[in-house]
């Protein structure tokens, strides 16, 4: 067995344990309500994942949809608690892929559970609104009381949204309007831009650029793919803008034990930033925007430091570039913060922050400069989903009373600890152990091996999610605690055992 130094000194940590978590054992519970108040001890494999039924499933699925490649398994949301995902065939594994990093307090937390079945959500759960037109009474309290209080400091404005491709794409649509805006400089659209913007020709749409980075990841949609640079599959066959992606610094691992040479690929990655936005600006292509993840995460957890990003909110605020920081997988609590950029000191907070996932609510922070100056500049039938927002609360509840966030730091501390001593013990097959708060990666010396590991550990009883082209990616719950980290560090453990 795997047994962390780190892990002997944190048996503390087994007192703190909510009831919910107390581990009983396997039940066969049916009814919503049973599930409340319990986790599974270990996990339990039957079969290979994905196993028979998951199987079948897959095929009965593909005569509805033919869009398949990426099925996985089919998931037994009843049997599924806590940080336990159970999939149809009775396999039970410890989950840190999440439902890709989006359950923050794991599968049918009570609190969730509860919010649910409270009679006084009913009609909000039942009638989903057009928001953009018709608020529902109450909704406005909701933003006040709920969105507003975990706003990076700074962004006095919310703009809630459907999901993670979509709030970029607002929040990109939302920079360009404040960069015309500005350019115009107070006067009126003339006639020729209006009639132009209907025949996509400048000046009524403008030529303008958006900036983003190699390996970062924004979202699939028309748009966003312009943006998007972390996988040739996401892209390939889909025309793309001439916009700029500058250099993301490729960084080496642990940060603080790299300091000076790190700090020159930073500068070198600020410099051709700049470059890039003159270039662009001399074409008469001005950079209007840019977007960047606090971590890169499809892109292969790729991280820098918080001297990057102040140099890139100087670039921008002299360069009159619109900055937007891309939460949707950094947001929610895993870095031991609501939201990573809170944690780069920055005098000058970015422009817009956007956000889904784990936050159940998608949506975008900015700033009152970035308003719209009409309606129906950013506007779609839904604008989000007041639903979500019954989710959230009991999230963000629960966060406070569980105190997650420090959770994250302690439980984080231990995989990443866990990690290191497991890349020391198998070089041939680890590296570039990496992480803030639980959102964590490790490498593996090449895709085949990420990928074998990954199929090996599900049938270990743990299931997680490759990013890049060769790194494993931890994304816990926040509820996720050390004894869960001490059951992934053998799992790992084990698999490394058998690779030559
Ligand atoms: C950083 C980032 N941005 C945007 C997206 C797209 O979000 P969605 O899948 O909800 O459209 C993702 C999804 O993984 C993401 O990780």
Redo the contacts with the bound molecule.
Sequence with gaps: MFTSKILKNTANHFKNVPAYLHNTGPRSLTALPKLMGQEYDAPSMKTNCPGPKSKELLTRYEKTNRNIGHVQFFVDLEASRGNYVVDVDGNRMLDLFTQ???LPLGYNHPAILEAMQDPSNLVTIANRPALGVHLPNGYTEKLEEIMMPIAPKGLDYVQTMM??????ENAVKQVFLWYRRTKRGGAEVTQEEMDTCMVNEAPGSPQYTFMSFNG??????VG?LSLTHSKMIHKLDVPAMDWPMAPFPSLKYPLDMHTAENRAEEDRCLAEVQRLIDEYGEKGRDVAGMIV?PI???GGDNHATPYFFQGLRNICTQNGVGMIV?????GGGCTGTIFACDQWGLDNPPDLV?F??KLAM?GYFYKKEFTPDMGYRVFNTWMGEPSKMILLEAILKTITQENLLENVKVTGKVILDGLNELQDAYPHVFSKARGNGTFIALDCVDNQKATLISSLLKNEGVNLGLCGSRTLRFRPALIFKPFHAEILLDALDKVAKDMN
């Design positions: 890709i990093s989006s999901c993670g491709s979509c709030s970029n970062s990841f924004h979202g699939r949609t966003c993840e890169q995460a499809e891309d939460e949707v997988q950094t956007t889904s996932k998608a």
